[in-house]
């Protein structure tokens, strides 16, 4: 068989380096800072890039090469890189692409490091952004300008769990000859690929539900062989590589995403519907919950709604405060995505340096809280979100 007619779940798992002479069945870790050459006509060829091969683990390795080539087929992408965490990726994904004097348009939606660096670290370089509201795209191309190089957005956000057309922003990248960059990492590229709907990059953080168990830190660019090269070339000078190690773990993570996955959706669509039915909760966020904003969006472009639910308590702030004092299974951790149920209030932790209105601005209330819902027996986190709540 054409391995293009096997199944996502065949592709992550079959997906792999090719046997050594001690023909083993699970990839060997390629623990190794630099690799030999035959001879000097062999060297010279490997380093003027006449030929694919592994010279030094910062350019590449045989396990993060595979790594790579597993994202790329589950996102319909020509090439890639891999990063040691989702912020390198993001930052050489736009230092490689950007000079100064270009601009971008971003969704206002966005993580809080990709955030500073678009406020905070690029206009040193004269490099400016401009904010649109994700629920408002109607107002997008009026934010472009003649220097306008990147569009981007997460989808869903992060931590409000907003949706936006992926398609719209497809044919504006298009009709303006735009570089359109996906952050991907809250739907994972088993319910979601961005490059169906005109995305020219899509960016993860591998740490979250691509590990999905919180051992290891990680990211990846994938999409365009041309735009790739830009990157691959920056980020070969600029060191940020994936360890080989890390690269190997998430190469497995990789053949358990689809079954992981299917489970977390499961469960958090539980939860919400639970959260959605309580008296102490205001409002409740979820891309497949007919109350979402953007649902028949999410059903077009998702084909599971993803393990994030975002929700507001009443009694705002200190709501939230108590909400989180009272949690005893669930996990308290800026992390998500992992097999563990992890709760955070983003206004007194992650987002508590922004003013009340800039909150506002990107969806976070006093009382927001989001759940990255795991793995657990759901009944048991719904238990322990219930007697926290009461």
């Given amino acids: 068989m054409n391995d293009q007619e096997f199944g996502f779940e065949t592709q992550a798992i079959r997906n792999q380096l090719e046997r050594t002479q001690y023909l083993e069945h699970s990839v060997p870790l390629y623990l190794t800072s630099s690799f030999v050459f035959e001879d000097a006509e062999d060297m010279r060829a490997s380093f003027a890039e006449e030929k694919e091969r592994n010279i030094y683990s910062r ?45 971008i348009v971003s969704a206002s939606s966005v993580f809080g490091a990709t955030h500073s660096l678009f406020m905070k670290y690029f206009p040193k370089w004269n490099i400016e ?70 995305a020219h990059l899509v960016v993860h953080s591998a740490t979250k539900l691509i590990d999905g168990q919180g051992r290891v830190l990680g990211g990846v660019t994938v999409g365009r062989a041309d735009l790739m090269k830009e990157i691959y070339l920056f980020s070969r000078l600029t060191g940020p590589a994936l360890s080989p190690f890390n690269a190997w773990v998430l190469s497995k993570s990789l053949e358990t995403l689809a079954v992981r996955v299917e489970k977390h ?73 992992d097999t563990r149920t992890i709760v955070t ?12 209105e800039e909150r506002l601005a990107v969806s976070i209330t006093d009382g927001l809280v989001r759940v990255s819902v795991g793995l657990e027996t759901v009944k048991d986190v719904i238990a322990d979100l219930e007697q926290a709540l009461s």
């Fill in 59 to 103: 350019y590449s390795n045989p396990n993060t090469n595979e790594f790579v080539d597993k994202i790329c087929k589950m996102e319909g992408a020509e090439a890639g890189f891999a990063f040691a965490s989702g912020m390198a990726a993001v930052y050489s994904t736009f230092a490689a692409l950007l000079k100064s004097g270009d601009h």
């Fill in 129 to 198: 952004t401009s904010y649109f509201d994700i629920n408002k795209p109607e107002t997008i191309e009026s934010f472009i300008k003649p220097n306008t190089k990147i569009l981007f957005a997460e989808s869903p956000t992060n931590p409000a769990v907003d949706i936006i057309d992926l398609e719209l922003l497809g044919a504006i990248a298009k009709k303006h000859n735009l570089i359109l960059i996906i952050d991907n990492c809250f739907a994972t590229p088993y319910i979601q690929q961005p490059i169906k709907w005109g």
């Fill in 265 to 337: 959706c499961q469960n958090a669509l539980q939860v919400a519907e639970f959260l959605e039915n309580h008296p102490k909760v205001k409002q409740v966020k979820y891309p497949f919950l007919k109350s979402h904003p953007q649902y028949d969006i999410a059903k077009k472009q998702m084909s599971l709604g993803g393990n994030i639910v975002a929700f507001e308590i009443k009694g705002g702030l200190e709501a939230g405060r108590t909400f989180l004092d009272k949690i005893k299974l669930c996990s308290l951790s800026p992390n998500l995505g």
């Fill in 345 to 356: 209030h983003p206004a007194s932790t992650t987002h508590s340096k922004l003013s009340v």
